[in-house]
Nanobody
């Protein structure tokens, strides 16, 4: 069982930056694939970025955030981060942290989300 708690959201002007954090419980954090998703008002939840388990050598970012957002993980702190730069109004959404075992294709564990609002 993994519990995820996001933090770091807030209100920022367009062009600004935020860093989201997701703290995970449990002693097996490093064995999970971690990801960020987001959901804007009236839209479906969409994938933002993912980082593989253990060393985190494999990273994927959605095209919409590539070059602006960076996912990373610190296994010693049981935390995954999402550094968001050059924010745009269309990045406004609730951002969710998720976890899954590498053998699974579906994310089993989700946080409650943190609101990010970008003002233009």
């Amino acid at each position: 069982q993994v519990q995820l708690v996001e933090s770091g959201g807030g209100l920022v002007q367009a062009g600004g930056s935020l860093r989201l954090s997701c703290a995970a419980s449990g002693r097996t954090f490093s064995s999970y694939v971690m990801a960020w998703f987001r959901q804007a008002p009236g839209k479906e939840r969409e994938f933002v970025a993912a980082i593989n388990s253990w060393s985190g050598g494999n990273i994927v970012h959605a095209d919409s955030v590539k070059g602006r957002f960076t996912i990373s993980r610190d296994n010693a702190k049981n935390t995954v981060y999402l550094q968001m730069n050059s924010l745009k109004s269309e990045d406004t959404a609730v951002y969710y942290c998720a976890a899954r075992k590498p053998i699974n294709s579906v994310y089993d564990y989700w946080g409650l989300g943190t609101q990010v609002t970008v003002s233009s």
